[in-house]
């Protein structure tokens, strides 16, 4: 889409939940509509409907690429959630990870994938895939991202250090399956992809070497996504970019450079502080706190508009286009659906 589109979003002052997953447990079987591309279309499309979206948001999963990567490298199933790769796996399974990688594999992928193509048959709503960023999906395949991190930020090259040998080996990998899955989804339909970096943070770059040695966080987080940019750019598919983890503003101008339609930050980070470290054509997103939505003592419903009431006075006299988001998905947790709702509900406007 022309970033207009987004653009014009921003300034009709829409307020976009992505709330998939709460309109998903509604229903008495979610997991049956997750392996239903049909289905799991007709709640994508609810839920844009029901909070007045053009965009048809699908359930924000990150696990599912890792599953995808460690399948292929022969990791039985009930090994894949806690792996972790002590070395760098054999030339032959690594082979298996390319542009030739079978998705049949992934029931989930598949659903997305005929859900995105639903959508766009229908052309009511703009089908939105949705990815984990390569380096996120990296330190899912690590116990101990940080240590080899910090060295390779102190110049340690992999000639010289296994574990930093073995970060740029799975970085490697965990990029091409992004490119992979990435690729399905526009190939099935995807107008835009959601891609998540929660990872890409303080928590894994310390400040000091990110101010010192930027060149850290462009190998490891810009660079890579700079790749799948070109990829979406050349099949004509936007960007929305999705951090929720506490950055510096050296971070945050890193990762406007990658030029996402919209850029969406997590609740630790104000908004109106980063504001001029994003380019004034990329719509700033998000951040109400909804991970905590379900509390009435962290967040009551009295409250939620007061908070979308502080970003909008803060935000509107810089004149950045901005969309009042959630910080990430609005997660559905039992014995809670009704109370979120109502908070999502108040954050859109809405009554109930």
Known sequence: MDKQFYLDLAHRGVRMPIATHLVLHEHPDPEAILLDGERLARVMVDTA???????ALPVMDLTLEKDLLLHHLGIPPEQRAGYHFRQPPAPAPAGRIGPGMDLRVSPRIQANCRALSSIRAAGRKLPVGMSIGPFSLLTKLLQDPI???????????????????LLHTLLGLA???????CAAQIQAGARAIFLCEPAANLVF??????RENPAVF??????PNRRLKALL?????????HDCGA???EMVQALGRLEPRLISFGSPVRLWEVEPFVPRDVVLFGNLPTKKFYSDAEVPLGEVA?????????????GHPFIIGSECDVLSVPGYESGILAKVQAMCGQHP
């Not at 409907?49 to 965009?55: A, K, M, S």
């Not at 007061?306 to 810089?318: D, G, M, Q, T």
């Open 205 to 210: 770059f310390s400040p000091n070497q990110v």
């Open 247 to 249: 950055l510096i503003p």
């Open 147 to 165: 240590t080899p991190l910090y060295e390779a930020g102190l110049g340690t090259s992999p000639r010289d250090d296994e574990d930093v040998a």
């Open 218 to 223: 462009d190998t490891f987080v810009i660079e």
């Open 175 to 181: 990029e091409t399956v992004v490119q992979v899955t």
């Open 306 to 318: 007061a908070l979308v009431a502080e970003i909008e006075a803060r935000l509107r006299p810089s």
């Open 233 to 241: 750019d050349a099949r004509d598919t936007d960007l929305l970019f």
């Open 49 to 55: 409907e029901r909070f007045g979206l053009p965009l």
